[in-house]
Every structure is written in structure tokens, then in C-alpha cells.
């Protein structure tokens, strides 16, 4: 079945730093994929996406590029902010079918 | 509009309480989801109805009870709950299956007491 990899334990990092979480994933299709972000105490927010093989999504800074190759979509900052603090989820929907899988999440905290 | 809107936003309810969770989007997004949330987890699948009719239960206890009144509205019904269901309940909606993307809602967070 489909599923999502993401990189484990949370990141730290300080302000002003490059940001890489990595993703890979694994589908039987030619899946969508989605970068979430989740603030706490709040629902998921759609960050990016791609929906075709070395479509490059972006947005506030961040940048992830769909590589069929390698079955990844790594999600880079340049320069991150505190406020980019929050869990980052990967994710793709294979074909249309009305689900959603997930990788587990990385929580991204950043030090001023 | 380019919301999910989810009430109430937080709930707490005893194990005999009978209460409802309620979704509404004006996207014209002809899927809608419920999905369960643990803390430091991801998002679980419970229910999908497509074009109104529920098309996907994940094996969700009956104790939780989906219904789609119309196109724009969902709602999750709940009676006799157990501790262990207390987490965030996110409501999430789509055009296409999911082939550009789920609006979430912020999501109900609900304790069971």
C-alpha cells in the first residue's frame, strides 16, 4: 500500500539556519504530494504541493520538488524564522482515492 | 470562502453525554472527512462521504456516528464515549478525491471525562 517516510525526531535548529526535512515515499500510482504544517493548537494548513513528476511547489520560503527517481520530496528552507515552528507532515493521495497518507510528522523548533 | 469551519472548537463531555461535532465548507468540495488526531501523531482516517453518500468507515466504533445533512455540512455524532477518545477531531474537505490537495478545519479538540 501507499505510505510516507518522513526523517525521525524533532529538529532544532537555530533562527536564520537552512532547514531539510527529508520524505520518501512509497505508491503503487502517480500520487499527489503535500507538505502540511500544523501550529500548535491548530488543524493541518496545505504548505505546498506537487502533482506530477519534478514539479517544484513552493511557498513562504519553503520549497520541496517531486523526484520520481528517488521517491522523495524533501522540504528545504533557506532561512528559517521562530515562527516557523510547528509539526511538518509529508504526504500523498494516490489517484484520486480519497485518502490521505501521512509520514509521522517532525516537530521543527526554532531558537531565536 | 477557502475555509473548513469546525464547531465547537474545544468540548468536554462525560462518558454518558450524548453531543455532536459539526463541519461546514462553501468550496463546493464534494468530499468530506472526519479524522482523528492524537497528540504527536498524524491525522487518522475515520469517515469519507463523497457527493453525500459514505463511502469509507475505518472500522470506527458505532459509539461514533457520521452524517452529511447536505453538500456543505458534516457532522460526527458521539454518544457513550470512552477516555481514550479524547483527542482532535479534524474536519477536512476536497475537490478530487484528494489529487490537489485537503482544506482542514482547526478542529474540535474534545475531552472525555
Known amino acids: 500500500g501507499d505510505s510516507v517516510t518522513q526523517m525521525e525526531g524533532p529538529v532544532t535548529l537555530s533562527e536564520e539556519a537552512f532547514l531539510t526535512i527529508n520524505c520518501t515515499y512509497t505508491?503503487?500510482?502517480?500520487?499527489?504530494l503535500f507538505w502540511y504544517v500544523q501550529y500548535p493548537g491548530e488543524g493541518l494548513q496545505l504548505l505546498l504541493k506537487?502533482?506530477?513528476?519534478?514539479d517544484k511547489g513552493s511557498n513562504k520560503g519553503f520549497e520541496a520538488t517531486y523526484r520520481k527517481e528517488t521517491t522523495s520530496f524533501h522540504l528545504e528552507k533557506g532561512s528559517v524564522q521562530v515562527s516557523d515552528s510547528a509539526v511538518y507532515f509529508c504526504?500523498?493521495?494516490?489517484?484520486?482515492?480519497?485518502?490521505?497518507?501521512f509520514g509521522k510528522g517532525n516537530q521543527v523548533v526554532v531558537i531565536p | 470562502d477557502t475555509e473548513v469551519t469546525q464547531t465547537p472548537k474545544h468540548l468536554v463531555m462525560g462518558m454518558t453525554n450524548k453531543k455532536s461535532l459539526k463541519c461546514e465548507q462553501h468550496?463546493?468540495?464534494?468530499?468530506m472527512y472526519w479524522y482523528k488526531q492524537k497528540a504527536k501523531k498524524p491525522p487518522e482516517l475515520m469517515f469519507v462521504y463523497s457527493y453525500e453518500k459514505l463511502s469509507i468507515n475505518e472500522s470506527v466504533p458505532s459509539r461514533f456516528s457520521p452524517e452529511c445533512p447536505n453538500s456543505s455540512l458534516l457532522n460526527l455524532h458521539l454518544h457513550a464515549l470512552q477516555p481514550e477518545d479524547s483527542a482532535l477531531y479534524l474536519c477536512a474537505s476536497s475537490q478530487d478525491g484528494g489529487i490537489s490537495g485537503y482544506t482542514f478545519g482547526s478542529g474540535t479538540r474534545l475531552t472525555v471525562v
Open positions: 504526504a500523498l493521495s494516490d489517484q484520486g482515492n480519497n485518502r490521505l497518507a
Open positions: 505508491a503503487t500510482g502517480y500520487p499527489s
Open positions: 506537487a502533482t506530477k513528476a519534478d
Open positions: 468550496m463546493g468540495h464534494r468530499a
